[in-house]
């Protein structure tokens, strides 16, 4: 019991304590007159009611009036007159009214609460955050559907059940000891803690607990708000993990890096930096990291640096730097400068390159004028760049010699490989700090194109003009070709020239990011050779190879050029497909085709040297969205998968989703069922009559059913989407405006069903057919029946697109003299629009609203709009889905007196239809025969 109900309990002995004393007094006064009694009781109602509370007060105060009246009328009591009977009787009738009067208050004001309750809980349902209460002992009292959504399991298997077994292992014992600490001086308590969810994923939740406590201050009652914050733990975790790839790359690499704060002091050097200089880190940090520049260089530095600050540009800046034995050497020192949203500077980011042999290479240059004995190419140009000099190396590497050269321009060597941005980037470096290095690609007098490492110096004279420009070529086509090999070696297979494992990977993170931003699938298929052990060990390992690099091959060729195909180690591949639809079932759909069409590619004989082989594979498919798993869990998955499809019998693929397997695969089967009804003649048109409301038959709506000879009766939404999806739906579609005109022209032969018009259903993908109008017009030409017979059922869902093309054909027809009806009225998106521009003979409303107009004024209120909206626009209207006497009345009432529902008939086949029709007959002319002789 809550501390409330206590507290109403606790009033009762008062209560019954007031009447006490009231008939105590009555005893006092009157100790036989009944009247009296009423008198005493009446006041004692009130203060009990005052004091105690209407609650206690009602249920006192009828004991003690049904006490008195059983105490004071015993036998053989009498009244003392007839006036003192009467004023008894009315106190007493005042008195009951009055607690009747109050408890019907007091019945409505403790109703509203539950149903402010009530609708509490509902707005609790429509809210996005995880609500939870429980008790103190972990019981769950309440959970809303975000609740279940995120632990994926239904209310009741969470309702009375403890939380304990959401909590993920190896974190119950910190979540209760936080609940501990709630106290009615601090209430409330987050908690972020991982969960299982959707059974054995681990979530992360963030959940703000509340609790509520009786007098006592115990914890009564615990109430949970949470948030997935899953993908914000996720992202906390690459973070972590990218600034260790940082630290990563930055020890690996051959310069200094270095980070400092806004005023220059330090935050990060890497161990290049202690190498050189033989400061620790520790000495370094929060210091100003320009201690080892030389003396002369220090101004330079800060105006370099202010400078960078103020165009918010790089800082560059050539310089030497003292060595931990005392020695100076030149480095290049470049950073950048990261500011905030303020334009103040945050940090720097920079590097620190050894540029000592370059520097004084050139400044041998300068002093030497050349070093034409170099193991290098070197060319001397004037200030205008028209060669002076060459030599032997550079002829060697040029095909050029000397005289072919003297007085042309090193273009006679560009590539074409560099556009005009490289050069003017070069020159723009050469001309603000006096050279430039880099990498270009030279033309031979062949033609043959080279890569050279380029060094270009200005001499400058003693007036500080550009008189010489020495330019050092290196022929590094070996190292580029070595760089080559080491790539090929780390990030492809050696035998089938296809990415391996590692490139394979950075393609998967790659297609994660991306199927992450475009929303679009991909699917991992991870696929093993059939018994390849048994061709290595019978034909040898030379067959071996031929044939995975002819498996290799045929898996390139049967994926787009956007997919990547992988060699893993011996006779496992991996295919990756991206840029699948943003559906899942339809990019597993997408990956099983793909699957398919691999098996069928490599089930062909290969021809291993002059020796015919076959070979089969098993394939694992796994399909992801985002990055819902890591790299590491999909690859599993796909194993897995290819584990499921070795245990099925080989050469055939598996999905790691056992449900999705089943569901594609169970589609894939009533895919081709369908098609053999289509030749079986197993499909049926049932009719479902409609009426006026007299019962008159006006017509009816043919309905499709599948008759399947070992499910039964098969219903359309079974397996009309499917036939929309495989375009069996043009099929279907023209078979059943066949049959409904067929069925038209044998209505024509009696003149009970001469005059009944049939409504058939137009699937979107019909109409959008370039000749459905001369399929319309050819069906009842072969029948031979009156166009206005025939109505054409349209939903407003099929309108949404080519609404031109739809007001073309429905005009055509029209003047053809065929019927058009708006189904489903009311519940697509722009009715009055299409009333607007399509010209329909009859509104239909929509089954969803004729349902729940007995007891919903919503529903009603829609209901009574559509039909004056019909017949304000010269149409007729018609309700469908009427199943009571109710429901039709309603509709009667308001102005619609056209109906179908199984009230009137269910959809029946055309057998049992004609026989409805006939009772109808029967029945009407019975009715006509005793109106006549009445």
Same mark, same amino acid.
């Given at each position: 019991?809550?501390?409330?109900?206590?507290?109403?309990?606790?009033?009762?002995?008062?209560?019954?304590?007031?009447?006490?004393?009231?008939?105590?007094?009555?005893?006092?006064?009157?100790?036989?007159?009944?009247?009296?009694?009423?008198?005493?009781?009446?006041?004692?109602?009130?203060?009990?009611?005052?004091?105690?509370?209407?609650?206690?007060?009602?249920?006192?105060?009828?004991?003690?009036?049904?006490?008195?009246?059983?105490?004071?009328?015993?036998?053989?009591?009498?009244?003392?007159?007839?006036?003192?009977?009467?004023?008894?009787?009315?106190?007493?009738?005042?008195?009951?009214?009055?607690?009747?009067?109050?408890?019907?208050?007091?019945?409505?004001?403790?109703?509203?609460?539950?149903?402010?309750?009530?609708?509490?809980?509902?707005?609790?349902?429509?809210?996005?955050?995880?609500?939870?209460?429980?008790?103190?002992?972990?019981?769950?009292?309440?959970?809303?559907?975000?609740?279940?959504?995120?632990?994926?399991?239904?209310?009741?298997?969470?309702?009375?059940?403890?939380?304990?077994?959401?909590?993920?292992?190896?974190?119950?014992?910190?979540?209760?000891?936080?609940?501990?600490?709630?106290?009615?001086?601090?209430?409330?308590?987050?908690?972020?803690?991982?969960?299982?969810?959707?059974?054995?994923?681990?979530?992360?939740?963030?959940?703000?607990?509340?609790?509520?406590?009786?007098?006592?201050?115990?914890?009564?009652?615990?109430?949970?708000?949470?948030?997935?914050?899953?993908?914000?733990?996720?992202?906390?975790?690459?973070?972590?993990?990218?600034?260790?790839?940082?630290?990563?790359?930055?020890?690996?690499?051959?310069?200094?890096?270095?980070?400092?704060?806004?005023?220059?002091?330090?935050?990060?050097?890497?161990?290049?930096?202690?190498?050189?200089?033989?400061?620790?880190?520790?000495?370094?940090?929060?210091?100003?990291?320009?201690?080892?520049?030389?003396?002369?260089?220090?101004?330079?530095?800060?105006?370099?640096?202010?400078?960078?600050?103020?165009?918010?540009?790089?800082?560059?800046?050539?310089?030497?730097?003292?060595?931990?034995?005392?020695?100076?050497?030149?480095?290049?020192?470049?950073?950048?400068?990261?500011?905030?949203?303020?334009?103040?500077?945050?940090?720097?980011?920079?590097?620190?390159?050894?540029?000592?042999?370059?520097?004084?290479?050139?400044?041998?240059?300068?002093?030497?004028?050349?070093?034409?004995?170099?193991?290098?190419?070197?060319?001397?140009?004037?200030?205008?760049?028209?060669?002076?000099?060459?030599?032997?190396?550079?002829?060697?590497?040029?095909?050029?010699?000397?005289?072919?050269?003297?007085?042309?321009?090193?273009?006679?060597?560009?590539?074409?490989?560099?556009?005009?941005?490289?050069?003017?980037?070069?020159?723009?470096?050469?001309?603000?700090?006096?050279?430039?290095?880099?990498?270009?690609?030279?033309?031979?007098?062949?033609?043959?194109?080279?890569?050279?490492?380029?060094?270009?110096?200005?001499?400058?004279?003693?007036?500080?003009?550009?008189?010489?420009?020495?330019?050092?070529?290196?022929?590094?086509?070996?190292?580029?070709?070595?760089?080559?090999?080491?790539?090929?070696?780390?990030?492809?297979?050696?035998?089938? !020239? /296809?990415?391996?494992?590692?490139? +394979? %990977?950075?393609?998967?993170?790659? @297609? =994660?990011?991306?199927?992450?931003?475009? $929303? *679009?699938?991909?699917?991992?298929?991870?696929?093993?050779?059939?018994?390849?052990?048994?061709?290595?060990?019978?034909?040898?390992?030379?067959?071996?190879?031929?044939?995975?690099?002819?498996?290799?091959?045929?898996?390139?060729?049967?994926?787009?050029?956007?997919?990547?195909?992988?060699?893993?180690?011996?006779?496992?591949?991996?295919?990756?497909?991206?840029?699948?639809?943003?559906?899942?079932?339809?990019?597993?759909?997408?990956?099983?085709?793909?699957?398919?069409?691999?098996?069928?590619?490599?089930?062909?004989?290969?021809?291993?040297?002059?020796?015919?082989?076959?070979?089969?594979?098993?394939?694992?498919?796994?399909?992801?969205?985002? !990055? /819902?798993?890591?790299?590491?869990? +999909? %690859?599993?998955?796909?194993?897995? @998968? =290819?584990?499921?499809?070795?245990?099925? $019998? *080989?050469?055939?693929?598996?999905?790691?989703?056992?449900?999705?397997?089943?569901?594609?695969?169970?589609?894939?089967?009533?895919?081709?069922?369908?098609?053999?009804?289509?030749?079986?003649?197993?499909?049926?048109?049932?009719?479902?009559?409609?009426?006026?409301?007299?019962?008159?038959?006006?017509?009816?709506?043919?309905?499709?059913?599948?008759?399947?000879?070992?499910?039964?009766?098969?219903?359309?939404?079974?397996?009309?989407?499917?036939?929309?999806?495989?375009?069996?739906?043009?099929?279907?579609?023209?078979?059943?405006?066949?049959?409904?005109?067929?069925?038209?022209?044998?209505?024509?032969?009696?003149?009970?069903?001469?005059?009944?018009? /049939?409504?058939?259903?137009?699937?979107?993908?019909?109409?959008?057919?370039?000749?459905?109008?001369?399929?319309?017009?050819?069906?009842?030409?072969?029948?031979?029946?009156?166009?206005?017979?025939?109505?054409?059922?349209?939903?407003?869902?099929?309108?949404?697109?080519?609404?031109?093309?739809?007001?073309?054909?429905?005009?055509?027809?029209?003047?053809?003299?065929?019927?058009?009806?708006?189904?489903?009225?009311?519940?697509?998106?722009?009715?009055?629009?299409?009333?607007?521009?399509?010209?329909?003979?009859?509104?239909?409303?929509?089954?969803?609203?004729?349902?729940?107009?007995?007891?919903?004024?919503?529903?009603?209120?829609?209901?009574?709009?559509?039909?004056?909206?019909?017949?304000?626009?010269?149409?007729?209207?018609?309700?469908?889905?009427?199943?009571?006497?109710?429901?039709r009345q309603f509709l009667f009432n308001n102005g619609c007196d056209h109906y179908q529902g199984h009230l009137l008939g269910k959809a029946l086949p055309i057998e049992e239809f004609d026989l409805l029709l006939e009772s109808m007959d029967a029945r009407g002319a019975h009715h006509n025969n005793d109106a006549t002789t009445s």
């Open positions: 019991m809550n501390p409330i109900h206590r507290e109403a309990f606790a009033r009762y002995p008062l209560a019954l304590l007031i009447f006490s004393i009231a008939f105590l007094l009555k005893r006092w006064i009157a100790p036989v007159d009944y009247g009296l009694s009423f008198f005493t009781f009446y006041p004692a109602m009130i203060i009990a009611f005052y004091l105690c509370g209407i609650g206690p007060g009602i249920v006192v105060s009828g004991l003690a009036a049904a006490a008195g009246f059983l105490a004071l009328m015993r036998p053989g009591a009498a009244y003392s007159s007839a006036y003192e009977r009467e004023i008894a009787t009315a106190v007493f009738l005042a008195s009951a009214l009055m607690v009747g009067l109050i408890s019907r208050k007091t019945h409505a004001s403790t109703s509203s609460p539950g149903k402010s309750e009530r609708q509490f809980e509902r707005i609790l349902e429509d809210q996005t955050d995880l609500i939870c209460r429980f008790r103190s002992d972990e019981t769950v009292l309440y959970v809303n559907d975000a609740f279940c959504r995120f632990f994926d399991k239904t209310r009741e298997e969470l309702v009375g059940k403890r939380w304990h077994p959401l909590v993920a292992p190896g974190y119950s014992s910190a979540v209760i000891g936080q609940l501990r600490k709630l106290t009615p001086e601090n209430p409330v308590v987050t908690i972020e803690n991982p969960v299982v969810a959707a059974g054995q994923v681990i979530r992360w939740g963030q959940f703000i607990n509340r609790a509520f406590f009786d007098e006592a201050g115990r914890v009564v009652e615990i109430q949970s708000v949470g948030r997935d914050i899953t993908k914000q733990k996720e992202l906390e975790q690459a973070l972590a993990a990218n600034m260790q790839e940082f630290r990563e790359l930055a020890e690996a690499m051959p310069q200094i890096v270095w980070i400092t704060r806004a005023d220059g002091h330090n935050i990060y050097f890497n161990q290049q930096w202690v190498d050189y200089t033989g400061i620790s880190l520790e000495e370094s940090y929060g210091h100003g990291w320009n201690k080892p520049f030389h003396p002369d260089d220090q101004k330079r530095a800060w105006d370099a640096w202010q400078n960078a600050i103020n165009t918010r540009g790089i800082y560059s800046l050539e310089c030497k730097l003292r060595r931990f034995d005392g020695e100076y050497r030149w480095w290049l020192v470049r950073g950048v400068p990261v500011f905030d949203d303020e334009g103040k500077v945050r940090k720097w980011f920079g590097t620190c390159t050894d540029i000592h042999e370059s520097k004084e290479a050139e400044l041998d240059m300068q002093v030497a004028a050349t070093a034409f004995e170099a193991n290098v190419g070197i060319m001397v140009t004037d200030a205008n760049s028209l060669i002076l000099r060459v030599n032997r190396e550079f002829s060697a590497q040029t095909g050029y010699s000397a005289d072919e050269v003297l007085g042309k321009t090193p273009k006679i060597l560009q590539s074409g490989r560099h556009d005009a941005g490289y050069y003017a980037a070069m020159w723009e470096s050469i001309n603000r700090t006096g050279s430039w290095q880099g990498e270009v690609w030279d033309r031979h007098k062949s033609g043959d194109i080279s890569p050279k490492l380029l060094t270009i110096a200005a001499i400058k004279g003693s007036d500080g003009a550009v008189i010489r420009y020495v330019g050092t070529h290196i022929d590094i086509s070996e190292q580029k070709s070595a760089q080559e090999s080491i790539r090929m070696l780390a990030f492809y297979d050696p035998l089938t !020239h /296809l990415p391996n494992r590692r490139l +394979l %990977m950075d393609r998967l993170e790659q @297609a =994660m990011s991306s199927s992450a931003r475009s $929303g *679009r699938g991909a699917a991992l298929m991870f696929i093993d050779l059939d018994n390849f052990k048994a061709l290595n060990d019978t034909l040898g390992h030379a067959k071996g190879d031929l044939l995975l690099q002819q498996v290799g091959r045929r898996l390139e060729a049967s994926v787009r050029e956007s997919d990547s195909v992988a060699r893993l180690s011996g006779d496992e591949f991996v295919v990756m497909l991206e840029d699948l639809s943003t559906h899942e079932r339809d990019a597993a759909t997408q990956t099983k085709e793909t699957s398919e069409k691999i098996i069928a590619a490599l089930n062909e004989p290969y021809d291993l040297a002059g020796k015919m082989h076959r070979s089969t594979a098993s394939i694992g498919c796994a399909v992801f969205f985002d !990055h /819902l798993y890591s790299v590491e869990e +999909l %690859m599993k998955q796909a194993d897995i @998968a =290819m584990y499921q499809a070795k245990k099925d $019998g *080989r050469n055939v693929s598996r999905f790691f989703d056992e449900q999705m397997q089943k569901s594609i695969n169970s589609r894939a089967l009533l895919e081709n069922e369908l098609r053999a009804a289509l030749k079986l003649g197993q499909l049926r048109l049932y009719y479902q009559v409609q009426r006026d409301y007299s019962g008159h038959p006006l017509g009816a709506e043919a309905l499709i059913r599948w008759k399947h000879p070992e499910r039964g009766l098969i219903y359309p939404l079974d397996f009309i989407p499917l036939s929309e999806d495989s375009d069996l739906i043009l099929l279907i579609g023209a078979w059943v405006l066949e049959t409904a005109c067929v069925q038209l022209k044998a209505w024509q032969a009696s003149t009970t069903t001469s005059a009944l018009v /049939l409504a058939v259903n137009i699937s979107p993908k019909q109409m959008r057919q370039n000749d459905f109008v001369d399929q319309v017009q050819s069906a009842m030409q072969r029948n031979g029946i009156p166009p206005h017979l025939l109505k054409l059922e349209l939903t407003e869902s099929m309108l949404l697109e080519k609404m031109e093309n739809t007001v073309s054909i429905m005009n055509c027809l029209q003047e053809s003299g065929i019927q058009f009806s708006l189904d489903d009225f009311g519940t697509g998106y722009s009715s009055l629009q299409y009333l607007k521009q399509l010209s329909f003979d009859q509104l239909k409303i929509a089954e969803p609203f004729v349902r729940d107009i007995a007891f919903d004024e919503n529903d009603r209120a829609i209901v009574r709009t559509i039909i004056a909206m019909g017949h304000s626009l010269n149409l007729d209207v018609i309700a469908e889905g009427v199943e009571s006497d109710e429901q």
